[in-house]
Nanobody, 115 residues
Framework: QVQLVESGGGLVQAGGSLRLSCAAS????????MGWYRQAPGKQRELVAR???????NYAGSVKGRFTISRDNAKNTVYLQMNSLKPEDTAVYYC?????????WGQGTQVTVSS
């Protein structure tokens, strides 16, 4: 089992920045990718950004150039730096970790961007 704990959400004005953190613990030795997803009210959960164990990244088109995903392997932590936030970025953000057998989710952290 893998446990994921997110932090760093909150309320910010449009144009502002937030950094989300996701600390992983448990059976993390075979995790091959971690990522951030978000779900806005009435919408499906969508991928925001993902980073592999080798450091490759991919982003949703709507956040490319504004968000940056990174990882600190020594701390088993993944970060999402979010800049130039827009009201449409408002959602619950979930951390995800995946190995070849399963995927794991954190409890989610609310990000609210006011206009």
């Amino acid at each position: 089992q893998v446990q994921l704990v997110e932090s760093g959400g909150g309320l910010v004005q449009a144009g502002g920045s937030l950094r989300l953190s996701c600390a992983a613990s448990g059976s993390i030795f075979n995790i091959n990718a971690m990522g951030w997803y978000r779900q806005a009210p009435g919408k499906q959960r969508e991928l925001v950004a993902r980073i592999t164990s080798g450091g490759s990244t991919n982003y949703a088109g709507s956040v490319k150039g504004r968000f940056t995903i990174s990882r600190d392997n020594a701390k088993n932590t993944v970060y999402l730096q979010m800049n130039s936030l827009k009201p449409e970025d408002t959602a619950v953000y979930y951390c995800n970790a995946a190995n070849m057998y399963s995927g794991y989710w954190g409890q989610g952290t609310q990000v609210t961007v006011s206009s």
